[in-house]
């Protein structure tokens, strides 16, 4: 994870409501940002507390495109914290690998079954390192004195 902090410029800031009949009205939001040089973007379910000027931390990733991609963050200027969500994918982590080894057990012979299990196994490996990637961006964010470290102790 990479961390990166300064000042909010050219802030813009967006949001998302989707309604499906089968799991109701959620709404995504998102702030795309430039700190110093480097464009940033933050996505989360809930609204970012970051105004223009605001001095932030962030911890996440470089994409190719030249655009970070904050998984957590820390608006100094506002004493708030965010993060994208990570529990709800650990659980459909768990859920997707329980129902792709159910099906590799239940109806193992039929191709369509293994296709259908292998697909299943890697949505959940791919969630499940989406959260670990979260849970890791979250610890970064940390002060240097509060994270545990391994080692003799003083």
Same mark, same amino acid.
């Given at each position: ?5 300064? !000042? /909010?410029?050219?802030? =813009?800031?967006g ?5 499906? &009949? ?9 702030? %795309?940002?430039? /700190? ?6 933050? /996505? ?9 000027? #605001?001095? @932030?931390?962030l911890?996440?990733?470089?994409r190719? #495109? ?7 963050? =820390?608006? !100094?200027?506002? =004493? @708030? ?8 994918? *650990? /659980?459909?982590? %768990? *859920? ?6 159910? *099906?590799?057990?239940? +109806? +193992? ?6 296709? +259908? ?14 959260? @670990?990637?979260? @849970? +890791?961006?979250? *610890? ?5 004195? &509060?994270? &545990? ?6």
């Open positions: 994870m990479e961390r990166i902090q300064g !000042v /909010v410029t050219d802030l =813009r800031l949001k998302t409501v989707m309604y499906k &009949k089968e799991t109701g009205t959620s709404t995504l939001h998102a702030a %795309v940002f430039k /700190v110093g040089e480097r464009q940033c973007k933050i /996505v989360a379910n809930h609204p970012i507390a970051i105004e223009e000027g #605001d001095e @932030v931390i911890s996440g990733a470089q190719s #495109d030249n655009l970070f991609i904050a998984l957590a963050h =820390r608006n !100094v200027t506002r =004493r @708030v914290e965010g993060h994208e969500g990570w529990a709800t994918r *650990l /659980v459909l982590t %768990v *859920l997707l690998v329980a129902a792709g080894i159910w *099906l590799g057990a239940v +109806l +193992l012979g039929g191709s369509y079954a293994l296709v +259908l299990t292998v697909a299943l196994l890697a949505s959940g490996v791919l969630m499940a390192w989406r959260s @670990v990637q979260v @849970v +890791l961006s979250i *610890l970064a964010l940390r002060p240097a004195g &509060k994270r &545990k470290t391994k080692g003799k102790r003083k």
